[in-house]
């Protein structure tokens, strides 16, 4: 006789699996890592391949050996957070800090929690950011595009946040601009940066792959893209010469790669629509209060962790009414 297996909601039965959706995730990556390849040759080669393998071993090691578990290195989600890993990382970055950053990831990020599912964090942004911290002058080191066979001893230089982070203080806007490549280069992602947030028309090719696949909802890359271009308007508008128009904004640095790609993971985003829009506006208004008034060029892989750590309250705020609930008048 079966048993009667009663269960909490929700009761949903779907075609979707961890592998359907993780190797969606990674093919809308493609394009991205195939133009970060072009610009950056064997270096992103080196450091994909050491991130991705490093990710998926200790995610082995860390359920087989220490929590006693059966692996899921393999369900596709260690080959993510070492894919995004990699693509936040200069091209030029040593193996053996790719490795700490890939422990990182999975040990602090993800295995600590419990695995996936649980994490509170975004893994890839553990990971990078705890390199950051940890080795800041390899992190702020960028080659230069187009040294295909050159790794360690690439040419490096500034972002162009950077430049502009650093030129505004002595300079105006229009001044600084000649020195950073047009709109069309930020654009096409010829330009130093993290390896795989270069490229926005490629990023963008890989978010209409997952609306299209239905993997991703438009909400949180909206909700902070449209922030970020509405409150850097704002501030272009009212001094030109001191700050610079949102479209420099949206097209350089990690804001799409983390909008697309690291504010959407399922795990540490809001659940509703509601809470997808308080979440993305807080991650815009952090990211620009970084970049204009903060210490660091870049604020978008800091803005998205301190909204991880909200995201339970944002849930609890604005969970939707419980079917059957009654609702009090006056």
């Known amino acids: ?29 493609l394009p991205a890592l195939a133009v970060s390849i072009f610009y950056f040759g064997i270096g992103m080669i080196i450091i994909t391949s050491v991130s991705i393998i490093s990710c998926i071993l200790f995610e082995y090691l860390i359920q087989k050996f220490i929590l006693k578990v059966r692996p899921t290195h393999l369900d596709g989600s260690a080959f ?20 700490i950053g890939a422990l990182a990831a999975i040990g602090i990020g993800k295995m600590t929690f419990g695995g996936l599912g649980n994490n509170i964090f975004n893994p890839a942004l553990v990971g990078r950011v705890f390199l950051f911290v940890s080795f800041p002058v390899a992190m ?59 490229a926005a028309f490629a990023l963008l090719i890989g978010m209409l792959y997952m609306l299209y696949r239905k993997i991703i909802t438009w909400h949180i890359p909206v909700s902070i893209i449209g922030t970020v271009f509405l409150f850097t308007g704002i501030l272009w508008l009212i001094n030109p010469d001191k700050f610079a128009d949102p479209l420099f904004h949206i097209l350089s640095g990690g804001l799409m790669l983390g909008a697309i790609y690291m ?11 509601r809470g997808m829009w308080i979440y993305g506006v807080g991650i815009g208004v952090i990211t620009v209060l970084i970049r204009i008034f903060g210490a660091y060029p870049e604020g978008v892989q800091f803005a998205i962790l301190i909204l991880n750590a909200f995201v339970p309250l944002i849930n609890k705020y604005v969970k939707p009414k419980r079917f059957g609930k009654e609702v009090k008048n006056g």
């Open 1 to 29: 006789m079966d048993k009667l297996v009663v269960s909490p909601s929700p009761h949903i039965h779907s075609e979707a699996s961890v592998p359907r959706l993780m190797y969606g995730v990674i093919i809308s990556l």
């Open 80 to 99: 993510i957070t070492g894919l995004l890993l990699a693509f936040c990382l200069p091209a030029n970055t040593p193996i053996w800090m790719v490795m």
């Open 140 to 198: 702020t080191s960028w080659p230069e595009p187009g040294q295909w066979m050159k790794y360690a001893d690439a040419v490096t230089g500034a972002t162009p946040l950077a430049i502009m982070k650093e030129g505004v203080a002595s300079r105006t806007v229009s001044e600084i601009m000649p020195e950073i490549p047009g709109y069309l280069q930020l654009f096409l992602g010829n330009m130093k940066g993290s390896s795989g947030e270069i």
């Open 263 to 273: 504010a959407t993971d399922y795990v540490t985003s809001p659940m509703t629509v």
